[in-house]
């Protein structure tokens, strides 16, 4: 049996949104949590009601965290790239200053950190490299090399703020119609620098087509990669078994839950091919 | 300052207060501990077991839908071993009042799983869920048909012994659920659970395919609470003095308030809980105060209270 790996430090508050700014197609969100800042890990997420209190949407938003910061001006506080797609992650993005939410967190798992000097390699899809920043600063306080790597479908849509830029040793850019760093999808170039920068560790975050990608590749490099999953959750607390990816286990595979077992998650343990559960599944 | 007298009744067992989980909506109890002492619930109705572990659906396996959600999770759980192994011994510690949901593919399925139960100690009820919407074969729901349902009781009846009190989960998918409650309640049940979730599907217009792997789901939330109104309604009206645990989009105490004017002896709590981990202490509080303000000293006198004079 997995145990249960229920992130103790969450908790329920209401928490004021302090800033709220434009960034490309994204909201760079800063919102007030008091004592929670200072229990929060690179990778922990965070899950926020949407709608107002008439609303017809009824489940959470889950939001992996940006920074947080123990104590700012305004107390703990947290930091949020929304990307407003849909209904809830845009009225998410209309809160104005001043305004509260109903926010739970920290949860889920954070990123593990090497016990000895490692080159890290941190890749990051479109604004899911957003958790990648703090990381890279936990990383290079303990020594280190981190290799940053950020793609997107196009230029504005790579989030990388200039004092993210700042805490690693290089940042390589991807675009899929080349508006900015090298053409191509963020997979192609990464055999490529695996071997230039002699990567020991992988850290990825973005979608999960991209994360299999990198799965793969950490596989032949025989790397170890750690990366931070995305699938549809309705509560983020553990409760409602919506949230899962398939592991290899001895019983063939399992379905565990992104929200407690994850979203940082061993790559290597995923089963990422879709027929391939199916075919150990017996379905 | 007025007292209220909150406690309720399933069958010879009794619970401090009338708010309960849903099963499938907290898990078995450890990831709500968080949020506040299991103590506080009327019970826990945890996760309808099966015979063995159960690797349930591929994803996506939730699709949020105005005032409610589908989903499709194909009853994955640990199995009866490790479930009276892990999940009961940690509930009991907690002390917790337990009923155990129970779900079976097979009418033998359920007799097994009773048979395992009659000799664990703590537990207050048994949950015969006999209506979850997810399985492969729409022909495996037997809260389909009075004859399937009534198998499936018997043999719980049969091997569960002593005096545990047995509540049938039913389905509001059927022609007449009065049929289906009357043949369960001569199968010997001592409660009812109404509503189980409503079959349903989305179609993605982007991709132009089903939403969820399994192609239909499982409806809850405020949605289809008036369903669950009228089910409890019609129930309670054909028989008054059968308890049902009522459920269906409660998530306020005004929600509770209104299932326990239709006939609801307890509540459970179900989606309300994925958007509010306190969802059933906001609602417990709520409707003790919505109790007390109409004038309500006994709990049980609210029971039902839409039926009378009519």
Partial sequence: MIPHKINKAAKQILAEVISNKKFGPYHHMVFAVGDMAASIKPGNFVAISVGGEQSSLILRRAFAIYRAIDKGPMGGSIELVVAPHGQGSSWLCARAIGEFVDLIGPLGTSFGIPTSNANAMLIGGGYGSAPLFALAELLKNRGCRVDMVLGASTANKIFAPLEGKRTVSSLTLTTDDGSAGIHGQISEAIPRLIRELGTEVIYSCGPMGMLSAIAKIAKEFDIAHQCSVEESMACGIGVCMTCVVPIRSEENVKMVRTCIDGPVMDGSQIIWDRKEVSDLMGL | ?310
């Fill in chain 2, 1 to 310: 300052m007025s007292t209220l007298d909150f406690s309720t009744k399933i069958g010879s067992k009794r619970f401090s207060n009338p708010i309960f989980t849903a099963s499938g909506c907290a898990s078995s109890g450890q990831e709500l501990s968080q949020f506040f002492p299991l103590t506080e619930l009327g019970a826990i109705v945890t996760k309808s077991i099966m015979t063995k572990s159960r690797t349930g659906r591929l994803t996506p396996r939730m699709a949020e839908t105005p005032s409610g959600m589908l989903n499709s999770i194909g009853l994955q759980g640990p199995g009866i071993d490790a479930f009276l192994e892990n999940d009961i011994p940690w509930l009991v510690e907690q002390k917790a009042k337990i009923i155990v949901s129970i779900a079976g593919e097979t009418v033998d399925e359920y007799g097994v799983l009773s048979r395992r139960l009659r000799a664990v100690s703590g537990i207050s009820a048994v949950e015969v869920n006999i209506s979850c919407p997810n399985v492969e074969n729409r022909g495996q729901v037997f809260a389909c048909h009075p004859d399937t349902s009534v198998a499936v009781i018997e043999a719980v009846r049969r091997n569960i012994g002593g005096e545990l009190p047995i509540i049938a989960k039913l389905s509001p998918d059927v022609t007449d659920i009065v049929e289906i409650a009357a043949a369960v309640i001569n199968a010997g049940v001592d409660g009812l659970a109404l509503i189980n979730t409503l079959l349903g599907m989305v179609i993605d217009t982007n991709s132009m395919r089903p939403k969820l792997a399994g192609k239909t789901g499982g409806l809850s939330g405020p949605a289809i609470r008036p369903v669950a109104v009228r089910a409890i309604y019609q129930v309670h009206q054909a028989f008054p003095n059968t308890p049902i645990v009522g459920m269906g989009g409660v998530a306020s105490g005004r929600d509770a308030f209104e299932l326990i004017l239709a006939g609801a002896s307890a509540v459970s709590i179900g989606t309300a809980s994925f958007g509010n981990p306190n969802a059933a202490m906001l609602v417990k509080s709520q409707l003790s105060d919505l109790l007390i303000a109409r004038g309500f000293n006994d709990f049980r006198d609210a029971i039902g209270f839409a039926h009378r004079g009519l």
